[in-house]
């Protein structure tokens, strides 16, 4: 069987990476094969990664502010290349009167501080498993 694979990535010009180097530890250590892209990638260089790796997730994380224009952005482009059979999902600091705008534009889901790394991992699962289908 297929392990899930899940590319984290850091659009943008934020710099800290430390929940994102945490996050794709704990969905490596929970069996997915995880590519992280590095900091500062533009919407465009994660897409084109995640079309050469075959990923089912591409995981966003943000601290700088600009995610109501970033994670629009890389949802757009995945679906203008692949369609939508990848999941977007996104995390950081992220205000929670944003989290219904980033659903309505295609963010599956955002996981702030402090979720367990257990919680994103099922959510992951159970996602990829409905899109299988």
């Not at 984290?8 to 990476?17: C, E, F, R, S, V």
């Not at 996050?23 to 069996?31: N, P, Q, V």
Request: cysteine-free; charged content about 25%; glycine content about 12%.
């Amino acid at each position: 069987m297929r392990k899930i694979r899940v590319l984290i990535a850091k659009p943008g010009l934020d710099g800290h990476d430390r929940g994102a180097k945490v996050i794709a530890r704990a969905l490596r250590d929970e069996g997915m094969e995880v590519i992280y892209t590095g900091i500062r990638q533009t919407p465009e260089q994660i897409v084109a990664a995640a079309i050469q790796e075959d990923v089912d997730v591409v995981g966003l994380s943000l601290l700088s502010g600009a995610h109501l224009y970033l994670f629009p952005k890389v949802v757009k482009l995945l679906r203008e290349q692949v369609g939508d059979k990848v999941l977007v999902i996104g995390g950081g600091i992220i205000p929670e009167e944003d989290i219904p705008i980033l659903e309505k534009e295609g963010v599956a889901a955002i996981f702030g501080p402090g979720t367990p790394t257990s919680a994103i991992a099922q959510f992951i699962r159970e996602k990829v498993g409905e899109r299988a289908k």
